[in-house]
Structure formats: C-alpha cells, structure tokens
Nanobody, 126 residues
Framework: VRLAESGGGLVQAGDSLKLSCSVS???????VAWFRQAPGKEREFLAT????????LYSDSVEGRFFISRDNARNSMYLEMNNLNPEDTAVYFC?????????????????????WGQGTQVTVSS
C-alpha cells in the first residue's frame, strides 16, 4: 500500500482547502484516515472512514468543519477543510489500515494504521 498526499499550502483564516490522498493498494484495506501533526505536538487523529460501509468518525476538534470522503474508482480519499484557523496549521497525513474490523478497537489510534503518506503542509495565516 502506498499513499501520497497533495493539496496542502498557505491559506488565510476562514478559507477552505481540500486535501487529496492517492492510495495504491495491492491488498485489501479496511479503513483510511487523516491525521495531523503540528510543531512540538503529538500526531492528532482527525477523521476516518471504513471501506466496507462508508461510516466515518471525526475528532471533536474538527467535526462539522472537516469532511472525509473516498472515491474508490479513483483510488483516492479526500479531506475537505472549512473555516480554517491558525490552529489548523500542521503537516497532514493520510493513513490506511489492513487490520480486520474485529481487531480494531479504536479507529482514532494511530497504531491501527500501518501505512502512511509523507504528509503535506497546511499553513493558515491570521
């Protein structure tokens, strides 16, 4: 599984931005997710979506502003981010899990995802 993010950049507070992640799969994946990491902070879970039923889960910090989606025909997943603020400045990562669903206890845990992209920088100016 190879993942590659794109779409990051410099935006102003209040703007929207849509990140993309291309997912090259040789094996079946169970879920994909977005995380971010700001300087000096731990990697933070943002959103995940299951491959089987399309159910999504969001962190409280972004629910209602960020939206995760996937397009299997294009082997891609997306993160639409609205009303961005300077606190959203971070490197954004997409990730994929191949774990069986019955083994996934918490989709928010980074350890669930064994495959990661290199990250794309998002900078929000005030």
């Amino acid at each position: 599984v190879r993942l590659a993010e794109s779409g990051g950049g410099l935006v102003q507070a209040g703007d929207s931005l849509k990140l993309s992640c291309s997912v090259s799969m040789e094996i079946r994946i169970s879920a994909v997710a977005w995380f971010r990491q700001a300087p000096g902070k731990e990697r933070e879970f943002l959103a995940t979506i299951r491959e089987d039923n399309g159910r999504s889960l969001y962190s409280d910090s972004v629910e209602g502003r960020f939206f995760i989606s996937r397009d299997n025909a294009r082997n891609s997943m997306y993160l639409e981010m609205n009303n961005l603020n300077p606190e959203d400045t971070a490197v954004y990562f997409c990730a994929a899990s191949i774990r069986p669903y019955q083994e996934i206890i918490a989709y928010q845990a980074s350890g669930v995802y064994g495959y990661w992209g290199q990250g794309t920088q998002v900078t929000v100016s005030s």
